[in-house]
């Protein structure tokens, strides 16, 4: 079976760094996204890896192995309008996105 | 620009009646996207579209129905609602449906099925 596993919840300090891991196991692969939800709120496109590295974004980066089937999301500086649940997506053989459960994230002043 | 409009924001509905969900986005894009979130799960695909035209199952199809009769419109229907289908709806739209196009996400419609 497809499955995508993210810690269920993080909490942080504001201005500390966080990273948000994600580890997939999918029948086949064609990408991975991270998308930002607010609470009550539509998801909001983040990032996108299809190789492995690193992606940098402003404070945001995320990071690809595609032979450990990981990758994580790291936020930097962190506000507390960063306080949010963050959804991990892996775009199978089919190009359909299947979606982790995503991690709540909570900043504490 | 709107980007993608869903209606109505929140219904309860009784158990046994016929609902449809409406799903407008003004992007001109191709391919558009219905999933359902509930809590604890990810988000998961109940049907796509990949052009207008054409539709296709997701990992949730049972109790939903959908059409695409042209670009901007991807409404869903549930012939006869049942309890289990208490939940968010978001619909989504990208580009193209491939390799790399992100999706952009309307606001979402709440739905209690009593």
């Known amino acids: 079976g497809q499955n995508i596993d993210q810690p269920t919840e993080m909490t942080a300090t504001e201005g500390a760094i966080v990273q948000i891991n994600c580890t997939y196991q999918t029948s086949g692969f064609n990408g991975l996204f991270w998308y930002q939800q607010h609470a009550g709120e539509a998801p909001t496109f983040l990032s996108y890896?299809?190789l492995d590295g690193l992606e940098e974004k402003g404070r945001f980066s995320s990071f690809l192995s595609r032979s450990k089937g990981y990758s994580y999301l790291l936020l930097k500086e962190l506000q507390m309008k960063d306080s949010a649940s963050y959804l991990c997506?892996?775009?199978?053989?089919?190009?359909?996105?299947?979606w982790g459960a995503g991690t709540k994230l909570i900043i504490k002043p | 620009i709107a980007g993608i409009t869903q209606a109505p924001t929140s219904q309860i509905l009784a158990a046994g009646r016929r609902m449809t969900l409406r799903c407008t986005q003004d992007?001109?894009?191709?391919?558009m996207y219905w999933y359902r979130q509930d809590l604890g799960l990810g988000l998961r695909l109940i049907h796509y579209?990949?052009?207008?035209?054409?539709?296709g199952k997701g990992e949730v199809p049972d109790g939903y129905s959908v059409s695409r009769a042209n670009t901007d419109d991807f409404p869903l229907t549930l012939a006869s609602a049942v309890p289990s289908q208490t939940s968010v709806y978001f619909c989504?739209?990208?580009?193209?449906?491939?390799?790399?196009?992100?999706?952009?996400f309307g606001p979402g419609t709440r739905l209690t099925v009593l």
């Open positions: 992007m001109r894009h191709n391919a």
């Open positions: 579209s990949n052009t207008a035209g054409t539709t």
């Open positions: 989504a739209s990208s580009d193209l449906a491939g390799v790399g196009n992100e999706q952009f």
């Open positions: 890896n299809v």
């Open positions: 997506a892996v775009m199978d053989s089919n190009y359909q996105l299947i």
